[in-house]
Every structure is written in C-alpha cells, then in structure tokens.
C-alpha cells in the first residue's frame, strides 16, 4: 500500500478517539476521572446520528452530541464534586446506563442511511506534494482534531489558565490557596471534556463508522481511549502518537485480515485489547516494587540502558486523581 | 479506588429515600419509554409478566438467578478489599470454557456425576486462573485491574469464538452458535414440572451464605476490610496485601467460573459452550453489589429483582418495538437514582448538624 494513503487514512480514522482522548486528558488532569467513556461514545454517536438525520444538519448532529457528552460529564461532576460520592462506582453505572440508553433510543434508526461530513480538501494546501495529500485532503473535522492537539498542548503548557489545571489535579489544596475556585474549574473541565467526548462519539457515526446500528461495532474503544490517557502521560502530543500508532495497527490488522483469510475474523476486533494490556505494562512496570529490585541485581550497563527505557515510557496520573477536595 | 460504598444508610429515613430512589428511577424509565412513543404501563406490566408471570418463566428467572449469586459473592470478596473486578465476564467465560473442556473430554469415560463434578472443579479453577491473572497485572506490574480486567474479558471472549469455530466446532458446521449441546444426563437435575435444579439453587444460596461468613468471621475477611478501608494502614498492621489481594481475585474469580459452569449445565442453559455465554451476568452482578452497599443479605433479593428486570424486557423486543437493553436502562436509572438520593442525604444530614 502507497505510504502517502497510508498516513492519509491514519488521520482521517483517528478523529474520534483525538477527540475523547483529549477531552477525557484534560478532565483527569483536573483531577476527576469520567469512566463513562465506553458509555458515553456509544450514546453520542447515535444522538448525533439521529439529530443531524433529523434536522438534515452535519453541524447541528455535532452540537447536540456535545452536549450531551457535558450532560454525562456533568452528573458525574454533580455526583462526585458535589454530593461527594464515589466516582469510579458513579463512572461503570454510567457506562452501563449510557450504552442500554443508546440501544434503546437508537433503536428504530439502525441501519438507515444518514448524512455525513463532506470531503473538502483545502484549496491550494492539498495540491502540495506529500504534504498536501496526507494532511489537507479530509473534511473539516480531521484539521480540526489535528488542531485541537496543538491548542490543547499550547493551552496547557503556554498559558496561565493551563498552569492552574495541572494545579488542580496535582494539588488542589495549594490551588485553592491561590485563590482558585477548585470545585467550579473542576466542573468545568469535566463538562468540557465531556463534550469533546461527544465530538468523538459523533465523529464516529457522522463520519468514521457512518450510521447507526445495534451493536454498533466501537464497543469496547472507550475503554481503549481511557487506557491511551495512561499511555500518553496526560499529554497531549504523546497522546496524540498513541492514537495514530493505534490506529496504525488496526489498519495493518485490516489488511493482514486480507493477507491471512485461514484465521477466523472474529478474533479480530479483539487485538487492540491484548496490546492494551501490554501497552499498559509497559507503561506501568516501572512503578512497581520488585522491578527495581529485579534491575538493582543486573549489570551495571544493561541496567542504565534498562532504568532509562523504563523512565521514558513510565508515566503517571495526577497526584489527586480521584479524590475529593473538601475545604478544611 | 472503591474503598467507599455506595447504597443508603437504615433507618426511617433511609427507608423514605430508598422508596424516592425507586420512584424516581421509575418515572425517569417511564419517560425514556414515552419517548420511544411506547405505554410506560404496557412495558412494565410485559416486564413483570414476562419474568413473573407463570411458573415456567419464575423458574427461569430463578435458574438465572444462581450465576448472579455466584457473581455477587465474588465481588463482595473483590469489593471488600478495595478492588474493582470489571474482569469478572471474563472470570465466567474462563470457567464455562474449562468446564466444557473437561465435560468434551470425560463424557464418554466417566458416569455422568463425576463428569459433573469435575467440571464444576475445572469452572472453579478456569475462572481463579483468569482472576489471579488480572490481580497479577495490578500487583507484579501496577496494571490498573479496571483495564487489566476489561482486556482479559475481550480475549476470554476471542477464546470461545476462537474454540467454538476451531478444535471444538461442531462435527460438520462450525458456526458461532456454539459446540455440540451435551446430551440430557449431562444437565443438571430438575424439579418434576418445575424446571429448577436444586442444586443450582441450593449451590447459589449456600455460597452467598459462606461469603457472608468469612467477610463477617473470618481472620481473612476482616483482612481484605482493612485492605480495603485504608491499605496503608493494613501495611502498617502487617497484612500481607499483596498475597491477600491476589486471595480475593482468585475467590472472585473461582466463584464466577462457578458460573460459568452452571451457565454450560444448568437448567435454563443451552448446554453447550458459546460466544457471550457469561451475558452481562457479571456486570449485573456489579450493579446488584453496588445497589446492595457490599450487603452480602441484601444482594440476594436484589440479584433476584434484577435478574427479573433483565429476563422480563426480553418481551419488550419479543412483543413490542422496543429494545431488550430497557432492562438496563431502569437498573442503570436505579442506580443512579440511589446514589444521588444517598449523596444529599449525607449532605443535607452535613447541613443540618452545622
């Protein structure tokens, strides 16, 4: 396959999950943890299916998955920040709730035909060589997941107000010190990652995997994109790599489905979750206790070239991931 | 992560909020079904005649009662010590794969009982096999056990798929409908015109009944509560956490390969292997422990109303327009529902004192 195409329909499959990956990155690094994603994707791909079917507009499918992308957002925010009850337990209900509600309401909508966002390659730019044909080729949706990594890396690393968010996910007693109104900017980076959470699951039904239908086939991607939060260290960019990287490989496992047709293709779909457990092993390893005593026992250079490894893939969450700040 | 419970506290009041919870949960239910331009009572009334509405549909509500049980009395274990077993689907896939191994291997050597038994052993040890893993992941490599465990759901998953269209397909077609049904002396006994096994049932109650026990009596339950209320506390105290961790995965998981094994022999089951056979079971059986606050008394009669609710809105699909997932959507609602009407009352009970 022509490498150009290649990287081309990289980018054009990996919106939905720039979208919920970076929304879910600035949620925890906020400090609160929305496990709704499986949930929440599959709920806002069918409301964005049925209104843009509705109503005939792209953008209005968009607008209403958003929202309620904020809305799931916002009773785990309510739940959690407010009522102060536990938010993983509050996260797994919803992901429940939320896939059985799309069943149910999406259900006389599957398999119809709907609208979808329209290729327009950029005038001018998608005419460049190379260039031109990887990046400016797609629909506005793709430049503008490709966008928002480097706003979100800009806004988190470059601006006052991003300083305040890693603030409120890694100490969110020396914030309130500060000044900063934790529990109002918790709820709000919530609900904005909620609703870019809801842009994913549209992306996937106005876009990626047009249409609706029961089961509709990402089940099980919400958990990847919370696995790919871990792996991407809370960071946009190395988020960001992940995703193509993933995406890379479920292309390649597409095409090696052609290449090796003796093997049954239901198994697949289940590829990325093996990889997500040692991709997570990898990440995580370096954390635990007896690694250090395993690598303290080796050779002195292949323990250098082992620590430093292991330092650059480990990563870990905010401090107060989780928890719930109470004013003393 | 998950040290805290969920559920309303006793008393008067709790009793007045837990009533407010359900209705609440109901009328949200209701509105979804208005939307779908479906009659709230007409879907209702299926759902409780479609799981209470003779006898043969009581009896398969209660046979799938049992697997919910086994479930239930795993995750108090996990959940007692802390620990979130979304695993647990997989745990049931596992036992119900061994269980089969053992029965396709064994039948034509061995009187039935034994088969049966071994079977039962083999569940137990599929479904540890597949838990300790999961525990394995959170301990030697700090794998969250939320991913660790849903991973290993997907590849159980694969696994079935995997046997039921390869080495255990059945003699002509492999098809995804499953292996070769057992024949009848391999299903678990039943009541004459009730079709209940009583082994099922008695397997079910005595298990949630010894779990009850060891968390309240036991050196080892009062352990995994302590790991569970503050680990670093229980370093401190010198219990083992790791070894009692991995216990409470293997315990969880012997459990629901348990299930497993029921699900392959008992009576409402297709008595064969096949892709999906842990069917949500597990993952209901979270909602049921969560709604029951880690009550190991209170998950029986609410495993048994849930698995109600998921049996009955099957008829929504049978006789109606409607999606058999309702039955999750009002277990969802229910939920929810509780855990904020707990939530303000713990913050109004807050308020008042001040």
């Given at each position: ?328 | ?86 695993g647990i689907e997989g745990q049931v896939v596992m036992g119900?794969v061994f ?26 040890l599929g479904g540890a096999f597949w838990g300790m893993l999961a525990g ?13 465990g849903?991973?290993l759901n997907?590849i159980a998953?694969?696994l ?89 995965f293997g315990?969880c998981g012997a459990?629901a390969g348990?299930?497993g ?94």
């Amino acid at each position: 396959m022509d490498i150009v195409i290649l990287m081309n329909s990289i980018l054009a499959a990996s919106p939905p999950l720039l979208f919920a990956v970076l929304g879910e990155t600035i949620t925890e690094k906020a400090g609160v943890i929305n496990l709704s994603l499986d949930g929440s994707l599959l709920l806002t791909a069918m409301i964005g299916f049925v209104v843009s079917l509705k109503t005939g507009s792209v953008v209005a499918g968009f607008m209403a998955a958003m929202i309620v992308g904020s809305l799931i957002a916002a009773i785990i925010a309510f739940v959690s920040l407010t009522l102060q009850q536990p938010q993983v337990a509050t996260g797994f209900v919803l992901t429940l709730l939320c896939r059985d509600l799309a069943y149910v309401l999406g259900n006389p909508y599957a398999h119809i035909p709907g609208p979808q966002v329209p290729h327009t390659p950029l005038p001018g730019l998608a005419h460049l060589p190379v260039v031109g044909s990887i990046l400016f080729d797609h629909n506005p949706v793709v430049y503008l997941s490709l966008l928002i990594i480097l706003l979100l890396w800009a806004f988190m690393f470059r601006t006052q107000s991003g300083l305040k968010l890693q603030g409120l996910g890694e100490r969110p007693a020396a914030a309130y010190l500060r000044g900063v109104n934790v529990t109002k900017m918790r709820y709000f980076y919530t609900l904005a990652g909620g609703a870019l959470v809801g842009l994913g699951g549209a992306s996937f039904s106005l876009m990626v995997k047009p249409g609706w239908a029961r089961p509709y086939g990402i089940e099980g991607t919400g958990w990847i994109a919370l696995a790919i939060v871990i792996f991407g260290g809370w960071k946009p960019f190395r988020a960001a790599l992940g995703i193509f990287f993933f995406v890379a490989l479920q292309t390649a496992v597409n095409i090696l489905q052609s290449a090796a047709p003796n093997v049954p293709t239901q198994l697949f779909p289940t590829l990325p979750f093996p990889l997500m457990i040692l991709t997570l092993l990898l990440v995580t390893i370096g954390n635990a206790e007896w690694v250090g005593r395993a690598l303290g026992r080796l050779p002195e250079k292949f323990q250098r070239f082992l620590v430093r490894t292991l330092k650059a893939l480990q990563t870990s969450p905010p401090s107060a991931l989780g928890t719930i700040f109470k004013k003393e | 992560m998950g040290n805290e419970t969920m559920g309303l506290e006793p008393g008067a009041k709790g009793f007045l909020l837990r009533i407010t919870a359900i209705l609440v949960a109901i009328g949200l239910s209701a509105i979804i079904l208005l939307i779908m331009g479906a009659s709230p009572l007409d879907a209702f009334g299926l759902i409780l005649s479609g799981s209470l509405g003779s006898s043969s549909k009581l009896a398969y509500v209660m046979t799938a009662w049992v697997p919910v049980l086994l479930c239930s009395a795993g995750l108090l274990v996990t959940f007692s010590a802390g620990l979130w077993n979304i695993g647990i689907e997989g745990q049931v896939v596992m036992g119900a794969v061994f269980a089969t191994g053992v029965m396709q291997g064994l039948q034509e050597s061995l009187p039935p009982a034994a088969v049966l038994t071994l079977a039962a052993c083999a569940g137990l040890l599929g479904g540890a096999f597949w838990g300790m893993l999961a525990g394995g992941l959170r301990l030697y490599g700090d794998v969250n056990e939320i991913f660790g465990g849903l991973g290993l759901n997907f590849i159980a998953g694969s696994l079935t798929v995997y046997l039921v269209l390869g080495p255990w397909k059945r003699p002509g077609i492999g098809s995804t409908s499953g292996t070769q049904p057992f024949p009848p002396s391999l299903w678990l006994p039943a009541f004459e015109g009730f079709q209940v096994s009583p082994i099922e049932l008695l397997l079910g109650i005595s298990v949630i009944v010894l779990v009850f026990i060891a968390l309240k009596g036991t050196h080892l339950g009062l352990q995994l509560k302590a790991i569970g209320k503050n680990p670093r506390t229980a370093f401190l105290m010198g219990i083992p956490i790791g070894r009692q961790m991995l216990l409470a995965f293997g315990l969880c998981g012997a459990l629901a390969g348990l299930a497993g094994w029921v699900l392959v022999v008992g009576t409402s089951a297709r008595h064969n292997l096949f892709p999906l056979i842990s069917s949500g079971y597990g993952f209901l059986a979270i909602l049921v422990v969560l709604l029951a606050n880690l009550s190991a008394l209170w998950s029986v009669p609410i495993a048994f109303f849930f698995t109600a609710i998921s049996m009955g809105s099957l008829q929504l699909s049978l006789q109606r327009q409607l999606d058999s997932s309702m039955g999750g959507v009002i277990q969802g609602m229910l939920l929810l529902s509780v855990l904020i009407t707990k939530g303000l009352q713990s913050r109004f009970l807050q308020w008042g004192q001040r």
